[in-house]
């Protein structure tokens, strides 16, 4: 009898437990969990910019714009808080609040600090009902493939060797080049339109600035091995946020 007690008594805790909050912070995010919702509020870090943010999650760059209350040319600064993951039972009290208090911080910011840089005028930028002509980034072997089932094929990955030039697959405006999203290296990302980014990942050395635009086949980056275990390049396309197969897109070799 005693025994069955104290087992009952563990499960007891145990349960509690899980209902409880728990919550991993590190540099550039915090996310939470309770028994009805996931929360995920990210802390911008110097060089970032809403694009990175929203590639970083998986989301489109418009939604995270929507959810935090930031209207193009979507100008972000560093220490704002950034609402990543809707929340279940979100409501326009919590929104507000979150603004608010991001209004305040940015008040109080040094302002000879520079702000992450906002995304330059685009309205040269082909519309989306347009339809872009693709070029392939760089020749080379295919080493891995899209795979829409594993998180960790988005994209292709393309052998090459060590300073050989990464083209631009489309012509944009560079909205995010730098070393912040982990398991990219340096990176560069380029706005298409509204609906088509792109991502050009693993780099030696970046070409292109942000704001900066960009024509098909200018030479964007040499290709290196920054944050992978060999020369290649890692390319992606994402549509409204969502990664697809680049090979829909490119033309055949």
């Known amino acids: 009898m005693n025994l069955l007690y104290r ?36 802390v911008v ?36 808080q950034l ?29 000879n600090i520079p ?23 760089v020749k080379g072997k295919i080493l891995s493939r899209f795979s829409a089932s594993d998180p960790g094929q988005k994209g292709i990955d393309i052998a090459g060797s060590s300073g050989q030039p990464i083209y631009a697959a489309e012509q944009g ?3 995010y080049s730098g070393s912040g999203l982990r398991g990219y290296g340096e990176l560069i990302i380029v706005k298409h339109n ?15 600035k942000e704001g900066q635009k960009v024509k098909k086949g200018e030479h964007i980056a040499d290709m290196g091995k920054t944050g992978a275990e060999r020369v290649k390049l890692h390319f992606e396309i994402r549509q409204d946020g969502i990664p697809v197969n680049p090979f829909r897109y490119l033309p055949k070799q």
């Not at 409501?91 to 109080?108: A, E």
């Open 194 to 208: 509204e609906t088509f980014l792109s991502a050009y990942a693993h780099n030696q050395k970046l070409r292109v």
């Open 115 to 137: 702000l992450t840089r906002p995304e330059k005028s685009n309205n040269k930028l082909r519309h989306a009902s347009q339809k872009l002509v693709w070029r392939w980034p």
């Open 45 to 80: 870090q110097a060089g970032e910019t809403l694009y990175s943010i929203a590639w970083q999650y998986g989301h489109d760059y418009r939604q995270v714009a929507r959810w935090n209350a930031i209207k193009s040319p979507y100008t972000i600064f560093p220490q704002q």
């Open 173 to 175: 405006y560079v909205v």
């Open 7 to 42: 087992i009952t008594f563990a499960i007891i805790v145990v349960t509690l437990a899980g209902c409880g909050h728990t919550g991993i912070y590190s540099k550039g995010y915090y996310s939470g969990r309770t028994a009805n919702r996931q929360s995920t509020i990210h």
């Open 83 to 111: 609402k990543v993951t809707r929340l279940a039972g979100d409501n326009p009290t919590q929104t507000r609040k979150l603004t608010k208090i991001n209004k305040s911080n940015r008040m109080r910011a040094d302002r």
